[in-house]
């Protein structure tokens, strides 16, 4: 993103130094497709043994990042500082 400029801020401090540009464009969602077997997104993630994770380990780990991910773009495009989908 761009520096701010005072002409096109839509948030200043105190000083009025701009703290948010422009909108910036739509970043695409991250979409993982699974073609059986897809684990439930959660908030949390167990591996057993870090340095030999299993496959469905490392599936769940995917499935919660893709709806972490999902969830943040959503709130920044909600707050106005992507387009909208």
């Known amino acids: 993103?761009?520096?701010?400029?005072?002409?096109?801020?839509?948030?200043?401090?105190?000083?009025?130094?701009?703290?948010?540009?422009?909108?910036?464009?739509?970043?695409?969602?991250y979409v993982v497709t699974w073609s059986s077997n897809p684990p439930t997104p959660s908030s949390t993630q167990t591996i057993a043994n870090g340095t030999v994770p299993t496959v469905a380990e490392l599936g769940q780990a995917v499935a919660n990042i893709e709806a972490k991910l999902a969830?943040?773009?959503d709130v920044?495009?909600?707050h106005g500082l992507m387009k909208d989908a």
Do not use: F, H, R
């Open 71 to 73: 969830s943040i773009l």
């Open 1 to 29: 993103m761009a520096n701010p400029t005072k002409q096109n801020s839509q948030l200043s401090d105190a000083s009025g130094d701009p703290m948010i540009g422009e909108v910036q464009t739509l970043v695409a969602d």
């Open 76 to 78: 920044i495009e909600a």
